[in-house]
């Protein structure tokens, strides 16, 4: 994904206010061995941007002044009530040092899974991205998580995720909970009474 930004001189509140009442938006270039540069952004395509999945979990082609580098968002603050982003944090990757990202995780095969269809069960997702490291190049856009096999009461944990080549899951702790298949209350008084009859 390509974006395209400017560097800008003028820091502060103020050349901020200008800046987005001018339907641009600050923000920062940091990390590697250059200097952090401030940029600004255009604002409506930087709005769009943010509303798809990717461009939170992709490696980022930024142009500044014609000079592009390789960057990943780290971090975008929007106004409270108003459909304005006010600021954007971009950090430089090197393509030779691993990176540490959340990917988001897509949740597949559902309405297939024994769970759902032979014991009426809810599949909660217990997480909804994944902590991963990897090099740039390596970066996944997203993790697929599969519940084609989904038994009612079972869980999938981080362990059991299949991750593309040279990515490694991040855990803190215990062998994580990704999703689980519960059988309502409901759903099992309702069997009890119709065995009993």
Same mark, same amino acid.
């Given at each position: ?11 502060? #509140? ?9 339907? !641009? #938006? ?6 590697? #061995? ?34 592009? %580098? ?6 975008? !603050? ?12 971009? !950090? ?36 909804? %991205? ?10 996944? %856009? ?6 084609? #096999? ?48």
């Amino acid at each position: 994904m390509k974006v395209i930004a400017f560097a800008r001189k003028e820091q502060g #509140t103020g050349a901020s206010r200008r800046l987005r009442n001018a339907g !641009q #938006t600050p923000g920062i270039i940091y990390g590697g #061995t250059e200097a952090p540069v401030a940029i600004s952004l255009d604002h409506n395509a930087l709005y769009h941007a943010l509303k798809k999945e990717a461009f939170h979990s992709s490696i980022l082609d930024l142009e500044v002044d014609g000079k592009s %580098e390789k960057v990943l968002l780290r971090d975008f !603050q929007v106004h409270a009530y108003k459909q304005l982003v006010l600021h954007a944090d971009f !950090q430089r990757v090197d393509p030779n040092k691993k990176i540490h990202v959340k990917v988001p995780l897509h949740f597949v095969n559902a309405d297939v899974s024994p769970a759902v269809k032979l014991a009426s069960a809810v599949i909660s997702h217990v997480a909804v %991205e994944l902590d991963v490291s990897c090099l740039p190049a390596d970066l996944p %856009e997203f993790v697929e998580v599969d519940l084609s #096999t989904l038994e009612a009461g079972q869980s999938i944990h981080v362990s059991q995720l299949p991750l593309p080549k040279g990515v490694t899951a991040v855990v803190h702790g215990d062998d994580a909970t990704v999703a689980i298949a519960v059988v309502p209350a409901g759903a099992t008084a309702a069997e009890a009474q119709a065995e009993a009859k």
